[in-house]
C-alpha cells in the first residue's frame, strides 16, 4: 500500500462517482463507472487482494459496462432526470450524517494486517495455516471459496443464475403480448385483463417515456 | 434490434481479433484458479465477454451462429448443476454435502480430491456466470427464445 498513490485513487474515484451521477449522456456514465471499477480494483490489488481485484476488473469495469450499454441501446441514451431543489436540501443533512456516523465507525476499525483483529481470530487461522495440506491448493482465496467456505459460493451462483432467470421472466416478450408494450411496462405476460387494465395515470406514466425514448434511440 | 455490425471497420477487426484471445484468457482464469488469481467468477466474467463482443461489433448472423441464443440458458443450466452434483457425490461416500474430501477413489489422497473438487466446482461456477450473463444480454437485446 503506497499512501500518495491511494489518496489519489481515492480522489479519482469520488470525481469518477460524482461525474458519472451528474453527466447528462448515459453512455458518458457508463464509462465513468467503468473507470471508477478499474481505480477501484487498482486499490484492490494495492492492498494484495488480487482476487478481489481481478473479480472488479473482470465484472465491475468490464460485464456490468457491456449490460448497461445494451440496457442503453434498448432504450434512451439521454437521462431525463428531474432536478428537485428541495429534496436536494432536505438529502444534504442526511448524506452529512451518513458519513460522520460511518467516519466515527472507521475509528473503531483494527488496523489493516493486524493480526490481532477479530477477523484474524478462530477459523481464519485454521484456514491459512492447514489450506495447503488439506487441498493442495496454493491460492487460499480459491481454497476458501470453493472448499471450506463452498456452499457460500453455491448461493452466490444460485443467486446469479435466478438473476439471469428472473431478468428473462420479467423482460421476455412472450406470444400473444400487446405488440405496442415497451418493454419497460410491460408486466409479464398473462396477468388477467382486469389487473392489467391500464387506468389514465399509467397509461400517461407508461407512454410518454417511450416516446422520448424512441425519439433517443433513433439518435 | 441494435446489435450487429458495427460501423466501422476498425471496431469490427478488433473485435474478431480480441474475442478468441479473451475466450482463452478466461479459460485460463478458470483452470488456474489454484495458483493465481481467479477462479469461477471472474473466468466466468471474461468467457461471457468473449461471447458478447461479437455480439455487438460482428453481423447478426455470424455472431450468433458463433454462440446461439440457447446457449446462455443452457450453460447456466449445466453449470449450476455440475456444482450441485459436486455436492452430491460425497455424500453417497458417506460425507457431507460439498465435502469432496470424502470421496475415495483408489490411489488418489483426500487432499487431491479436494483440489479436484475445487477445480469441478470453479468450472461449474464459471459456466453459471458465463450462461447468466449471457442470457441476461441476450434478454436486454431482445433476442431471447421462450
Known sequence: MIVPLDIIIFL?????????????????????????????????AGVNAVDVSLVEAALGAGLTGVLFIGAILATSRHSTAKRNLRRRWTMLPLIAAFIGLMLFASTGLPDRGDPEAPAHQGVSRTYLSQSLEDTETPNVVTSLLADYRSQDTLGETLVIVTAALAAMLVLVRREGDDEDDTRGSDPGGDTSGEARGTTDDEQESGRDPYADEREGGRR | MMTGAYPSVVVRVVGALLSPFILLFGLYIVAHGHYGPGGGFAGGGFLAVAAILPRVTLPESLAYKLVPVHFGPLMGGVG????????????????????????????????RMRYLGILVVEIGVGLAVFGAMVTIFDVLMDRSET
Open chain 1, 12 to 44: 479519482v474515484l469520488i470525481i469518477a462517482a460524482v461525474l458519472a451521477i451528474n453527466v447528462k449522456d448515459l453512455l458518458a456514465a457508463v464509462a465513468l463507472l467503468a473507470g471508477y471499477s478499474l481505480f477501484a480494483s487498482l486499490l484492490f
Open chain 2, 80 to 111: 449450476m448443476l455440475l456444482f450441485l452434483l459436486c455436492g452430491l457425490v460425497p455424500m453417497f461416500f458417506g460425507g457431507m454435502f460439498l465435502d469432496y474430501g470424502a470421496v475415495e477413489i483408489a490411489g488418489i489422497a483426500a487432499s
